[in-house]
């Protein structure tokens, strides 16, 4: 009730301020009045008792200010009208404002659009029902700590021994075929165990789960789809329900739709049940899948993880074949789903706000000059009386007002740079593409803006505490009064911000040199001009696959005589993508194989053809050809690091060799070539073995088909898509070139060198403009002393050397804590180098050399102003 | 000179003037007057600090002000106690009474 009197009064007094004055007025001269009127009965003449009553009441005007000044909504209007005053004195110096607010509004926007990607992406909760309890399983690999999938008979055993959880589902999930109107199409499939949607607590909008019956083996099989895709072939979800798809060269029924929105695994848009369509994979060593499970309400992330590594230890004694070394991990879905990219992204948000940091201290810095030049209207205003909290706090609101406007810029610079960002990310950073401008964005922003306005308003309004009225006052000149706190300030921010730029240069020059070596790296093939076309045959059984592999021969021998075409072939996995690797053996395979023991190798079926086309050598033997079919013994080559490993400068043709991929048979070798950086360009080559493609049907469904071009390779999608088309209208056809697909490989690397470069070339043209900002100044206050100094006799070379001398004391300081900074946060970025140490003293010699060289060039053409300082006319100026 | 009128002790005179009005509704100088009076001299008040606690009591709801005409034909604010002025008042009549007992049980214990 007060509360809410208070407030009317405050605002009535607010808006009816004349009136509330009259009042008071009024009030005050009846009180004056009276009391008079009781002196001049007591014997007074009225001046004289007026008089009097002044003296011992108090100067009537002063009592209505302290009266007036007690309500809150005097505080308001005073903000409201330092407010005005702040956009009056922004109006005068209209220039210096819109630098100001230009600066703060990118260094605002780069923060703003940078913090909505790690909102987006590490900070948003998953949009699943109590996404906090969902928690991804994995094979924890004791030897060096790595998480990896998970085999099916292991998450058996998880899900029947373990009791913290809910429910625990596995699933596979791969783009595949699904032809659901009359072309197939890409979707991305899942494959999930039953319980999969009680983890995410998801229920149809339309239809049903799958029945027990439909998760048995040998069911008939039955799909559920996403809303979007119901929405998109059926017309909403409801009408899907009972639709059949194709999928997998059988004909499905959908029997439930998802809610919109729920997508998971990756993109997902059609789910089926695993063990019925395609068989699990029944070894403990096969790890294919990967595992979630929901926790128990009672139950913490810390229980959980106890209880499921005293599970994991009792299956390695069990079976210590398949299972030693290896235990169980348990991690939220969201850690574990981002768990790539958190440091990229904590790194680059750290970066941005080094820049926001140093565009600050820029601002401080004019805003130093400002003040000082202001010096005189301050010391006015202080005589009057006001207070020097009020006078800071007016200071204060100048630089909120600046970053308030700078903050709106930013906000509307962020919508636009959030998109730039999420263009050069990584494709496969999650949830990216929901990175917006939400309330926790704009609250970001907001605190961003008023943190920034402390940052470059304290600086200057603090110096006002010092200034010395009486002395700015007589001086009467914007001159010399700064003070030795100013200058102390304005070096100390050019040290900081020398300091900061040094830690963002390095950093960016070590990402650079990282990435420099990266793509220098010889990946063993040519990939320019060659069109990859992926592809995908529906195929369940030994005799769809057989059709497959005739479908890419056919496929083959027409593309090949496409004008154009130089060589054509077929490849499972595409170099730098390479997806499987196991253990292999060599002229005998052992009953009882000691998995620790045996060497590993990265599998791969390929199509004649296949080496010619990608330009990789062939050193010895023979590449596969047409003779290499199902029915005769089998083929296989090997690469050079492989003989070399195992073979020991024996050669290695003729000699038998076993795979763990999908046959017990022997192949024999028939050919060596060159090494490939199967991986990626920042792993060394491993062994590898290929395989003939229609020696083994089951990995020869979905092939990549390499095209070599004499053009450009992308002129012949569109003979290809049409000779594929004239074979089969079931197969989808995705169509890239060899070049893109590695580019795919350093994505992440280049975002990151891309991103910091940016910010640290950012970073060191505010840092210069801070520099010379600074040396023009001190230029100016010393402009009298150098006049004497020449009067006197000081050479202009002397001059100039004075000023810079002093530029070159304060950078090589910035530069001395820029460098120990440096030496402790780059062992931070040691994860993100490839082949280059953090504390690489290349690139340490170039960054000093060349911040050295440009804080001397900013500080130069000061330099020069002091070498024409004509000492007659300034000293007459003074 | 003669002892210069005391300051009042921190927060008392929003009792003061509570009190004041308890007798009768009244305008600023007579409230001054009448405190004055009161005490005998003792307390003096400067507009600034009687007008400031007259504000911030009508803010909370303790007073309630009225204009009217003066006996002389001027027009003045009179103040009325209201219910929860007239609780307040009691309530911090008794807490300052066992203040007061308290303090001067300390001052004569020794």
Redesign the interface.
């Given at each position: 009730?007060?509360l809410l009197?208070?407030i009317a009064?405050?605002l009535r007094s607010l808006f009816r301020r004349e009136q509330m004055d009259r009042?008071?007025d009024?009030?005050?001269g009846?009180?004056l009045?009276?009391?008079a009127?009781?002196k001049m009965k007591q014997g007074m003449g009225r001046r004289e008792a007026v008089r009097a009553v002044r003296l011992?009441?108090?100067s009537?005007e002063?009592?209505k200010e302290?009266?007036r000044s007690?309500?809150w909504e005097f505080f308001v209007e005073m903000c409201w009208r330092d407010f005005r005053f702040a956009g009056r004195m922004l109006g005068k110096n209209l220039g210096f404002a819109l630098v100001t607010v230009l600066v703060m509004a990118l260094g605002i926007g780069a923060s703003a659009a940078m913090f909505s990607v790690v909102n987006a992406v590490l900070l948003r909760p998953l949009s699943f029902n109590d996404p906090d309890r969902i928690v991804t399983l994995s094979s924890l690999w004791k030897q060096d700590g790595s998480h990896g999938p998970v085999s099916a008979p292991d998450f058996r055993d998880w899900h029947d021994q373990s009791t913290a959880f809910d429910a625990m589902a596995y699933y596979e999930d791969d783009d595949a075929a699904v032809t659901a109107s009359a072309v197939a199409e890409y979707a991305h499939v899942a494959m999930v165990s039953p319980e999969f949607f009680h983890v995410f607590r998801v229920q149809p909008v339309a239809g049903r789960e799958f029945s027990p019956e439909e998760t048995k083996p040998g069911s008939a099989g039955a799909v559920v789809i996403g809303n979007a895709s119901a929405v998109n072939h059926f017309g909403s979800a409801v009408n899907a329900v009972g639709h059949k798809i194709r999928f997998g060269g059988r004909t499905l029924e959908i029997v439930g739709v998802l809610p919109p929105g729920f997508h998971f695994p990756g993109k997902s848009d059609v789910w089926f049940p695993s063990n019925t369509l395609f068989p699990d994979t029944e070894s403990r060593s096969g790890h294919n899948y990967s595992v979630v499970a929901r926790l128990k309400p009672t139950v913490t992330l810390e229980q959980a993880r106890a209880q499921m590594i005293t599970i994991g230890s009792r299956l390695e004694q069990k079976y210590p074949e398949s299972n030693t070394g290896k235990n169980v991990a348990v991690t939220r879905t969201r850690d574990d789903m981002v768990s790539n990219f958190r440091l990229t992204l904590w790194v680059m948000l750290a970066a941005v706000g080094v820049v926001f940091l140093i565009a600050c201290a820029n601002l401080a810095n004019m805003l130093l000059a400002k003040a000082v030049g202001r010096t005189r209207e301050i010391a006015v205003r202080a005589a009057l009386g006001a207070s020097r909290a009020r006078i800071m706090l007016q200071l204060i609101t100048e630089s909120l007002v600046m970053a308030l406007l700078a903050g709106t810029v930013g906000v509307l610079l962020a919508l636009w740079g959030a998109r730039v960002l999420v263009a050069l990310a990584p494709a496969d950073v999650p949830r990216l593409a929901e990175a917006t401008i939400d309330t926790r964005v704009l609250a970001f922003t907001f605190i961003v803006s008023v943190v920034a306005s402390l940052l470059f308003g304290l600086a200057p309004a603090l110096q006002v505490l010092r200034v010395d009225l009486n002395k700015s006052l007589k001086q009467g000149t914007t001159r010399s009064t700064a003070g030795g706190l100013a200058d102390r300030l304005r070096g100390t921010l050019v040290v900081a911000e020398i300091a900061l730029s040094m830690m963002l240069l390095i950093a960016a020059g070590l990402l650079l040199k990282s990435f420099v070596a990266l793509q220098n790296v010889s990946l063993g093939f040519r990939p320019e001009r060659v069109l990859v076309v992926e592809s995908n045959v529906l195929a369940s059984d030994l005799e769809g696959q057989k059709l497959a592999t005739r479908f890419y021969k056919d496929l083959l021998s027409n593309v090949a005589n496409i004008p154009g075409v130089l060589h054509a072939g077929a490849a499972r996995t595409l170099p730098g993508h390479a997806s499987s690797a196991g253990s292999y053996w060599v002229d005998y395979l052992p009953q009882h194989p000691d998995f620790s023991k045996t060497p590993n190798a990265v599998f791969s079926v390929v199509a004649p053809g296949t080496f010619a086309t990608l330009g990789i050598p062939l050193l010895e033997g023979r590449d596969f050809n047409d003779i290499d079919t199902y029915n005769v013994p089998f083929s296989a080559i090997i690469n050079e690091k492989l003989a070399k490993d195992t073979f020991h400068g024996q050669d290695p043709i003729g000699h038998v060799i076993y795979w763990g991929l999908d046959t017990p048979d022997p192949m024999r070798i028939v050919g060596v070539v060159g090494d490939l950086r199967q991986w990626g360009p920042a792993r060394s080559p491993w062994p590898e073995i290929f395989g003939a493609y229609q020696q083994h049907p089951a990995s020869s469904t979905n092939l990549n088909v390499v095209v070599r071009t004499a053009m450009a390779p992308a002129a012949l999608s569109e003979s290809i898509r049409q000779k594929a088309r004239a074979l089969s209208a079931d197969v989808p056809l995705k169509f890239t070139t060899m070049e893109a697909s590695l580019s795919e490989n350093v994505a992440a690397p280049r975002f990151r060198t891309l991103l910091l470069g940016v910010f640290a070339a950012l970073a060191v043209c505010l840092a210069m403009a801070g520099v010379y900002g600074v040396m023009s100044y001190v230029v100016g206050q010393r402009s009298n002393e150098i006049a004497l100094r020449m009067a006197l006799g000081a050479s202009p070379g002397d001059v100039s050397r004075l000023v810079l001398k002093q530029a070159l004391v304060l950078t090589s300081l910035g530069m001395v804590i820029g460098l120990a900074c440096s030496a402790a946060v780059t062992r931070l970025l040691q994860s993100m180098l490839f082949e280059v140490k953090a504390s690489d003293p290349l690139t340490y010699a170039v960054v000093i050399a060349a911040l050295a060289g440009v804080a001397l060039a900013a500080s130069y053409v000061p330099a020069r102003r002091a070498m024409r300082v004509d000492p007659m006319i300034s000293l007459r100026y003074e | 000179m003669p002892d210069k009128p005391s300051d009042l002790v921190q927060g008392t005179l929003d009792m003061l003037i509570l009190k004041t009005l308890a007798l009768e509704p009244m305008h600023g100088y007579g409230i001054s007057v009448r405190i004055e009076q009161m005490s005998k001299g003792v307390f003096r008040l400067n507009a600034g600090s009687l007008f400031l606690a007259i504000q911030r009591l009508e803010r909370d709801g303790l007073i309630d002000g009225e204009w009217k005409p003066t006996e002389n034909n001027r027009r003045a604010r009179y103040y009325t106690l209201t219910a929860k002025g007239r609780k307040r008042l009691n309530n911090e009549t008794r807490e300052w009474g066992r203040q007061v007992t308290a303090i001067a049980r300390i001052l004569e214990a020794s």
């Open positions: 009730m007060a009197r208070n009064t405050g009042e008071l009024e009030e005050l009846t009180y009045e009276m009391e009127a009781e011992e009441r108090g009537l002063i009592t302290v009266v007690a309500g | -």
